[in-house]
């Protein structure tokens, strides 16, 4: 970390002692390592031309030593996976929580409207109680799947999670109200259980817009996805590894964003596939003008059942997207194809190019040979053999669970069906019902 810090000026890091070793040290001369967060200044920098949403999640590490990896992360304009900090902790508890999140706020990012994507772990919801994680300041949303994953420990109903995760992925309070009620009439348990959950934590139609559509921690998920390889390995080669990664990350993309806007593009691809789809669907659209000073206007749908209030002046459209992304939904190209103005001026700065490189703008520099690196300051660092993982060979994967329900689908549907009966786990050959038949 000093050679880290020494090579790539102001990174952020924090190493503390094991408290419980402080007065126990048989050596005087060493420090026993207790946790560490860290975040490159390139990171830092990149993450004020982000989206101000983070993604906080936590994974075990299968090294000698007990160990878990803390890691936030945040989306570029592109919508892709932005590395944003790290750290070392002996457990996911309230503690090494309310600590990361506290360097989060301190050494990385004091952005206002912060909105915080977890899961409902009992030590990110006390962290989340201080104040500058409470509105405005910041926002507390819950991932979706963690959510679902806890209903299913409840009431194991595949049936009514899938439908309170179409729920909560409905734009429109009346939507989500209209998909509760049919809850309600099949499994009133269920639909108690889910109200009871602040509606703004979980779902689209009451968020305000804090989310930009994120609904899950994929991203930190994908982050520890990234990390399969590294998890095994000690802490320092590790450490070393996720610098390497960035490294990629920053490099790759700042050469394929130059390139695009070389070639003229104005913004990142997610952003102008986004558009030219909601350009499409607009085509079948009718418009009825309200006020062209102000332009108000009511979209009818192509097969006139839904009707849409947009209000360009106010970049608002009833069906909830145009705020939630802050792309222009088709309803909203709709009213400003009729007024004859360019829809492209309402696209959000975050998804134009220009600012999608300034996410990687900073580079990174080489290590170099450890010959050469500055001493460490301080005393050396032992580890802890208390914590010493126990005798036998760690997991290397992880145990699907009922979170995994689009892994579940895509099982489903690639087993054998039967030809006869239409069933799944047999062919026609072993079919009991195919036999009788003949």
Known sequence: MTALHHFNPETVYMIEDNPHWINERLNPMCRVFDRMFWAFKQSIEGFKYCRPVVSIDGTFLYGKYTRCILCATALDGNNQLFPLAFAIVDKEDGDNWSWFLDCLRIFVTNREDLCVISDRHAGILKAMQKDWWQPPAGHHRY??????????????????????RKAANENQKRKFYEAMNNIREVHPESYDWAMKINLEKWTRSHDGGQRYGVMTTNMAESLNGMMKGFRALPITAMVEKIFFQCVH???????????????????????????????????????????????VCEIITANGRQKQVVKLMDQTCTCGKFQEIRIPCSHAIAACMSHSIDYEQFVSDYYKLDRTIQCYAYTFHPLGHPDYWPAADGLPLVPDICRTRKKGRPRSSRIRNEMDWRSSQIKETSRVHCSVCGRVGHNKKTCMGGESSR
């Open 143 to 164: 991932c979706i799947r963690h959510v679902l994953s806890n209903y299913n420990k409840t009431f194991k109903n595949a049936v009514i999670k899938e439908a309170l």
């Open 249 to 295: 990350y920053f490099d790759t993309r700042r050469t394929t964003f130059l390139d695009q806007q070389m070639k003229g593009y104005i913004f990142s691809q997610f952003c102008s596939e986004t558009l030219r789809a909601n350009a499409i669907k607009a085509n079948g659209h009718r418009v009825r003008r309200f006020n062209s000073q102000t332009m």
